[in-house]
């Protein structure tokens, strides 16, 4: 019982991964954009024409045409716009009189097409051809169909062509690409045309092609372009488009691919735990920022309140300040967390993952795993350098109320210190190492500096650099002593007061003479 619900969950959540970004409904006859995202055939022509392009909204290469495909198939949201006939667009396109933005009326050369991606949010460039030179995600209308058999076993597959309500389907055919009953397949199959000679089959959600066609040359596709990361023909090998770029044949893109995608799957799999506390982890520091953020608002209001009516007015601004601070941060907190929801087992993301790695078909599972693995890479990078996206503390939210009343109309929150100073006047290397510094005319005060220093003429450690540390350094200078002769040191600063730390100055080298008896090289230093 666990594993069914296990399962049934793990397909809900993978519902949000089959949604059009456009129509929000399931993919039907998903594209892909350059861009690597899915849109439906029917929602990229409405996007299109809303745009103003016309005669661009053409079939892919390995769509057939159907006459099941109408309005009356297609979403409700879609519907609505009636979309000029792609017959009388060609004619218009070839004779030059088609127009869109930035195309000029009977221009010989067609400027490139830009589809606005949903999904991005970004222009991405269809080159002349539109929707014609795109590829159909066939591996993604393969798992939307055993999503939709998963969730409705049983379900009956009704007539495309009846008037409500339909019937239920007895027939499918493959040439028509449509489901019918036994009335509709005798009235689009009529005796003696040779819509006749075709053979019926069992009715089906899906009519597909059976493999991958390329959109320039209708032949099948057996190579990979790496350069331009796009499945290719045999002739798109030997054109001009291609010269000089790595090709690879599909197959051996299918395995690298799938070997990639395997191995980061398994990864997330297997770091289920680590997912589990980076998510407590995230709700906890939720926690403590509504916690820090209700007591810097409670002090913020607390200081305020004793001004006076003449702080009222800034007293709503600094509230407002610190309030919509912490809803930010909620909200990135929030956000990764709903992020790191998605790598656990069952989730959209894992499920939708593990339902491609079922494909076969490997022109199709290259096409539709290398977004997938985009993902799971960046999932597994955030997995692996994994930090809250916020920090709970609210220490720079402190107000300085010992400042003059006249200050009172500039009242503000304190500020950390800006970067300091170096001061290479007074900053050299020899049996000890002066390092002094200032702060920038206008910047806060600082209570204390902390200042970092290590050797760079070592050989590299695994990991980040590490810094030796000097805490709470009073004044604007420091002194190290007893340095390695004849090296080489980097050190920096930075101030803190009650709100924080500040930035680090800005890096400076400082070379030690070599020791007694060695050739002696004069101290000196350089950014």
Known sequence: MDALVRISTSMKNMEKELLCPVCQEMYKQPLVLPCTHNVCQACAREVLGQQGYIGHGGDPSSEPTSPASTPST???????????????????????????????????????????????????????????????????????????????????????????????????????????????????????????????????????????????????????????????????????????????????????????????????????DTVQTQICELEETIRHTEVSGQQAKEEVSQLVRGLGAMLDEKRTSLLQAIEECQQERLSRLSAQI??????????????????????????????AAK????????????????????????????????????????????????APVIDTQRTFAYDQIFL???????????WHYTVEFRRTDVPAQPGPARWQRREEVRGTSALLENPDTGSVYVLRVRGCNKAGYGEYSEDVHLHTPPAPGEYRQVPSFSW
């Open 338 to 367: 709903h992020e790191h929801q998605s790598l656990l087992d069952g989730s959209g993301l894992v499920g939708y993952a593990q339902e491609v790695l079922k494909e076969t078909d490997q022109p199709c599972f290259v096409q």
């Open 74 to 272: 297609r979403s409700p949201r879609l519907s609505r716009r009636t979309l000029p006939k792609p017959d009388r667009l060609d004619r218009l396109l070839k004779s030059g009189f088609g127009t869109y933005p930035g195309r000029k009326r009977g221009a010989l050369h067609p400027q490139t097409i830009l589809f606005p991606c949903p999904a991005c949010q970004g222009d991405v460039e269809l080159g002349e051809r539109g929707l014609s030179g795109l590829f159909r995600n066939l591996t993604l209308e393969r798992v939307v169909e055993r999503y939709r058999q998963s969730v409705s076993v049983g379900g009956a597959i009704l007539c495309q062509l009846c008037k409500p309500p339909p019937l239920e389907a007895t027939k499918g055919c493959t040439e028509c690409r449509a489901t019918f009953c036994n009335e509709c397949f005798k009235l689009f199959h009529p005796w003696g045309t040779q819509k006749a000679q075709h053979e019926p089959t069992l009715p089906t959600l899906s009519f597909r092609p059976k493999g991958l066609m390329c959109p320039d040359h209708k032949e099948e596709v057996t190579h990979y372009c790496k350069t331009c990361q796009r499945l290719v023909c045999q002739l798109c090998r030997v054109r001009r488009t291609h010269s000089g770029h790595k090709i690879t044949p599909v197959l051996s893109a299918y395995q690298a691919l799938k070997d990639k995608l395997t191995k980061s799957l398994a990864y997330i799999l297997g770091n289920q």
């Open 436 to 446: 002094c510094w200032r702060l920038p005319p206008h910047s806060p005060p600082a």
């Open 371 to 418: 977004q997938l693995h985009n993902r799971i890479a960046r999932a597994t990078e955030a997995l692996q350098t994994f930090r809250p996206a916020a920090s709970s503390s609210f220490r720079h939210y402190q107000l300085d109320v010992g400042r003059e009343m006249k200050l009172l109309t500039e009242l503000n929150f304190l500020r950390v210190p800006e």
